[in-house]
T-cell receptor
Framework: DVKVTQSSRYLVKRTGEKVFLECVQD?????MFWYRQDPGLGLRLIYF???????EKGDIPEGYSVSREKKERFSLILESASTNQTSMYLC????????????FGQGTRLTVV | AQRVTQPEKLLSVFKGAPVELKCNYS??????LFWYVQYSRQRLQLLLR??SRESIKGFTADLNKGETSFHLKKPFAQEEDSAMYYC????????????FGKGTRLSVIA
């Protein structure tokens, strides 16, 4: 059973803090993704990675960075948290880019105050 | 850029009524289409994909390339179908991750 695990379900951080969201998958998947989920806006891609130490920008990368030092772990970093980054963050992984299922984590609800 | 449009934010139907969740797409290549579902307090999960031509939980979706649509259908809605539904697209070539629509919340009324 594929597992994508996000380190926190809920986080509350202060404006200006550096925030780390961690995601680990246990199926040796090549691809990992970070999405942001907001009501009325759907899922928007922040960053993705097709290999270790590789990263590509998605649709809304501003204010975020990522790190993938090991195949199973993909971290999302908010360099200086702002209130407009309050959201649900979803991590996902997939075996390859096409035709296969993307598996999602349970989500991290981040509140920036 | 690829785009997925789900015109309805909310769709309410009575139990036993037919359901159709609309999805239209624009693309610059050859697309592969998916429907994902998120039930209350559960993680987002794949419902079905075009390439599999399958029916899951009574749902089907047909790719209409002429109308660039991939509508999700079920002949008789059940209360347990109430959830958030997302249409998603990727391309057969290139370095394209999944692109999602904004989602449609389906509410099945008893």
């Amino acid at each position: 059973d594929v597992k994508v695990t996000q380190s926190s379900r809920y986080l509350v951080k202060r404006t200006g803090e550096k925030v780390f969201l961690e995601c680990v998958q246990d199926m040796d998947h090549e691809n990992m993704f970070w999405y942001r989920q907001d009501p009325g806006l759907g899922l928007r891609l922040i960053y993705f990675s097709y290999d270790v130490k590789m990263k590509e920008k998605g649709d809304i990368p501003e204010g975020y960075s990522v790190s993938r030092e090991k195949k199973e772990r993909f971290s999302l970093i908010l360099e200086s948290a702002s209130t407009n980054q309050t959201s649900m963050y979803l991590c996902a992984s997939s075996f390859d880019r096409l035709y296969t299922e993307a598996f999602f984590g349970q989500g991290t609800r981040l509140t920036v105050v | 850029a690829q785009r997925v449009t789900q015109p309805e934010k909310l769709l309410s139907v009575f139990k036993g009524a037919p359901v159709e969740l609309k999805c239209n797409y624009s693309y610059s290549g050859s697309p592969e289409l998916f429907w994902y579902v998120q039930y209350s307090r559960q993680r987002l999960q794949l419902l079905l994909r075009h390439i599999s031509r399958e029916s899951i939980k009574g749902f089907t979706a047909d790719l209409n390339k002429g109308e660039t649509s991939f509508h999700l259908k079920k002949p008789f809605a059940q209360e347990e179908d109430s959830a958030m539904y997302y249409c998603a697209l990727t391309l057969h070539s290139g370095n394209t991750p999944l692109v999602f629509g904004k989602g449609t919340r389906l509410s099945v009324i008893a």
